[in-house]
T-cell receptor, first 111, second 112 residues
């Protein structure tokens, strides 16, 4: 069965600094990978997704992610964070009509 | 176009009570699913449906029932609530053949 691991439970970053969130997956075939963001008290919003092709994927809000098959990773990055990026971020893999989520990484942005 | 609508937003139940969490979507999506979100565990799939009249169990189905009599609605029933069911519940929907899921705003359930 596929699984998703987000090694970092909580990350604190200064406003304007770069951000990288790690995601590792375990899956036999070519995975469909996603990053979602959840602001406090809100539902999940899709940031970006990877199906195939270019391994560097651009998403909304200035985020990008890079798929590395050799490392089974799909890390999310943003060059310069804004205070509004404080949220919880989930990596997910899709298979057979279902999404499997990682445990999430909470991002705190300090002024 | 309201997307995915969940009601209620908040609910407190006593142990042993029953209730139904409602989920409706107006996008004519075939696939609908229920997840629960617990701290440090991400979202876990409870039940899902690939179309009206078809449902199946997910990762954590025990204590929950679902049915799908229409394309639009996918209610989640708790027959006898337990404190372990205290969680935030999310409903999601998507088109057949699409991997992009649309999520509702969630229902925060507390069982005391």
């Amino acid at each position: 069965a596929q699984s998703v691991t987000q090694p970092d439970i909580h990350i604190t970053v200064s406003e304007g600094a770069s951000l990288e969130l790690r995601c590792n997956y375990s899956y036999g075939a070519t995975p469909y990978l996603f990053w979602y963001v959840q602001s406090p008290g809100q539902g999940l919003q899709l940031l970006l997704k990877y199906f195939s092709g270019d391994t560097l994927v651009q998403g909304i809000k200035g985020f990008e992610a890079e798929f590395k098959r050799s490392q089974s990773s799909f890390n999310l990055r943003k060059p310069s964070v804004h205070w509004s990026d404080a949220a919880e971020y989930f990596c997910a893999v899709y298979n057979d009509y279902k999404l499997s989520f990682g445990a999430g990484t909470t991002v705190t942005v300090r002024a | 176009n309201a997307g995915v609508t969940q009601t209620p937003k908040f609910q407190v139940l006593k142990t042993g009570q029953s209730m139904t969490l409602q989920c409706a979507q107006d996008m004519n999506h075939e696939y609908m699913s229920w997840y629960r979100q617990d701290p440090g565990m991400g979202l876990r799939l409870i039940h899902y449906s690939v179309g009206a009249g078809i449902t199946d169990q997910g990762e954590v189905p025990n204590g929950y029932n679902v049915s799908r009599s229409t394309t639009e609605d996918f209610p989640l029933r708790l027959l006898s609530a337990a404190p372990s069911q205290t969680s935030v519940y999310f409903c999601a929907s998507s088109y057949s053949g699409s991997t992009e899921a649309f999520f509702g705003q969630g229902t925060r359930l507390t069982v005391v």
